[in-house]
């Protein structure tokens, strides 16, 4: 089964000073910094998924690229541009979360071939519009007005799109995106995805549904889907049932949970094989606006704030080398979460971080060049870099699953 890994221009710079939290005065951000793939021993994905409105930007805002990158792209193509090695796929699509809120989708079919087309995408999804909503039991007629027009705009353009892929005898691999909000509607568009030609097709709008739903449906499409039928998941991960979504057909999906979950959770940042840690959060005076506004307010000493936050760095650091105890690294924690005022003490969750200090023995290439570094939660560069360690952690996992003797049919 195949990981896709969406864009959303995620690097780090190699040169990052960590001792004086610094860039060099010499970067430049496209050419110096680094994709995961580039700094990892091995791609931690089988593709990667780009998604027009990142890059051209939609109705709900501009995309994430400036007009050089933008330009680059266009000019260079997405393998060159990405510098991706060879055996790495990638597959455009619009990016219909960004138009949720249109009645109608905002970009053309016409416009979606193009941008595929313009940068040498291998496959690319028709354009469709998200149903976010989910009725077990409601039918093709009996849902919501607007989902039911959802849908049908969606099974419209997939066939104009279609149509368009075979009319202009384009290389690039048609993907149908598939819409529904139940069992029954997600199988009707797989079942007519199918009659107009379609052999690898896309589910939307799932993201929001809890896992045995998800597999319900799945269940629905076994019961239609043809054998060479293809399924990709768009933006669900969820590792303990990827045996299962093999078995009902799913061949490949795509997700950032395991690379946000590196600086957007409040668990779950560092991830290992068999457990999961909380990051230590060290945050930056400079750069937290909280610890800011107390510090204009009063409240907080700049100068004890920005002492304790070196003495933190200091033991945390001395902790690694094991010139640090454990007890004393803690207090150092706990001392400045007083100054921070953080709404809620992490320290137990610290010290179980901590003493098992799962990056000792983490065989990914930044685990071990920047040690208990990528275990801190404090600016970008480390973050990124943990998140960049969580799907090298997730590549393991389904590698993992292909071994395993229960189970011969996965594929890697």
């Known amino acids: 089964m195949k990981f896709y890994f969406p864009d959303s221009q995620d690097l780090v710079s190699p040169t990052y000073d960590f001792e004086r939290d610094e860039y060099s005065p010499f970067r430049v951000r496209q050419r110096d910094d680094l994709y995961a793939h580039e700094v990892l021993e091995s791609p931690p994905y089988d593709g990667i998924l780009v998604s027009k409105a990142i890059v051209d930007g939609s109705v709900s805002g501009a995309g994430k690229y400036s007009a050089p990158q933008r330009a680059r792209l266009y000019r260079l193509g997405v393998r060159k ?11 455009g699509d619009n990016g219909a979360f960004n138009y949720i809120d249109e009645r109608v989708p905002p970009v053309t079919v016409e416009e979606a071939l193009d941008f595929y087309h313009e940068c040498g995408f291998d496959a690319g999804v028709s ?3 998200v149903i976010f909503g989910y009725e077990p039991d409601a039918g093709l007629d009996s849902a919501n007005p607007e989902w039911i027009e959802r849908r049908l705009i969606t099974l419209r353009l997939a066939a104009a799109f279609l149509e368009a892929v075979e009319g202009n005898r384009s290389k690039i691999q048609p993907v149908g995106a598939a819409q529904g909000w139940s069992p029954e509607s997600y199988a009707d568009s797989v079942r007519q995805l199918q009659l107009m030609g379609y052999r690898r097709i896309a589910l939307g709008g799932m993201v929001p549904l809890k896992t045995p739903d998800i597999i319900s449906c799945l269940e629905a499409i076994t019961e239609i889907r043809s054998p060479g039928t293809q399924l990709h998941l768009l933006g669900i991960t969820r590792i303990e049932s990827m045996e299962e979504f093999d078995r009902l057909g799913v061949t490949s999906f795509d997700s950032t949970s395991a690379f946000r979950q590196s600086f957007m959770d409040d668990r779950r940042n560092y991830h290992a094989a068999d457990d999961d840690y909380l990051a230590v959060r060290v945050p ?3 750069g937290n606006s909280t610890l800011k506004r107390n510090i204009l307010g009063g409240v907080v000493s700049q100068a004890d704030a920005i002492k304790a936050e070196r003495e933190c760095l200091r033991r945390l650091r ?5 010139a640090c105890t454990l007890d004393s690294t803690l207090d150092a924690l706990g001392q400045y979460e007083a100054i921070t005022k953080s709404k809620k003490s992490y320290l137990e969750a610290y010290r179980k971080t ?3 200090a799962p990056w000792r023995a983490c065989g990914c290439a930044l685990c071990k060049k920047h040690g208990i570094e990528i275990a801190i939660f404090r600016g ?4 990124k870099r943990r998140g960049f360690h969580n799907l090298s952690v997730l590549s393991k996992k389904m590698k993992n699953l292909t ?6 049919s996965l594929r890697g």
Do not use: C, K
């Not at 001395?318 to 094991?322: F, I, N, S, T």
């Open 81 to 91: 541009f990405f510098r991706l090695p060879l055996g790495i796929e990638t597959l």
């Open 127 to 129: 354009v469709d519009h």
């Open 284 to 286: 930056q005076v400079e």
């Open 318 to 322: 001395g902790y690694d080398a094991g």
């Open 354 to 356: 901590l003493s098992d």
């Open 380 to 383: 970008t560069e480390r973050n």
């Open 403 to 408: 071994l395993n003797p229960r189970n011969g």
